[in-house]
């Protein structure tokens, strides 16, 4: 049994586009060798239960909340310092993440060489400007 729901009311365009992050920080959060993520505005998500937090220094430099699951340590969601009123959820905790598409590729410059995401999408080094 989840510790925790969550449920996103936005329109479903903004779940559909994930951005796949290879930073270091988001490969240690997950677990993982990239995070996909996506960004929603934080009034249209409502999580029951309680989550953990802890701060860290996103890929960006600029610092980062990290929600994570209390139980088994999965991690839920993040929110950048520099974008109130914005959340943003990590895509393999949805109910069915096939929803998301990759939109975009972030920090490929810290990527491990085995992984490719493939389609057309913007790539870009580090973070876009």
Do not use: Y
Not at 7 to 29: E, G, M, S, W
Not at 45 to 60: A, C, H, M, P, R
């Amino acid at each position: 049994m989840a510790a925790f729901a969550a449920r996103c009311a936005t329109q479903p365009r903004l779940i559909r586009r994930a951005t796949v992050c290879h930073c270091r920080d988001c490969q240690k959060f997950t677990g993982s060798a990239f995070a996909a993520l996506v960004r929603v505005p934080k009034e249209a998500v409502t999580i029951q239960g309680t989550l953990k937090t802890f701060s860290s220094i996103g890929g960006s430099g600029n610092p980062i909340l990290r929600h994570f699951c209390p139980e088994c340590g999965s991690s839920i969601a993040e929110e950048s310092g520099t974008r109130a009123g914005i959340i943003i959820l990590n895509v393999g905790t949805f109910d069915d993440p096939t929803v998301a598409k990759p939109g975009r590729e972030i920090f490929r410059d810290d990527a491990v060489p085995w992984i490719e995401v493939h389609g057309e999408i913007p790539r870009f080094a580090k973070r876009p400007g």
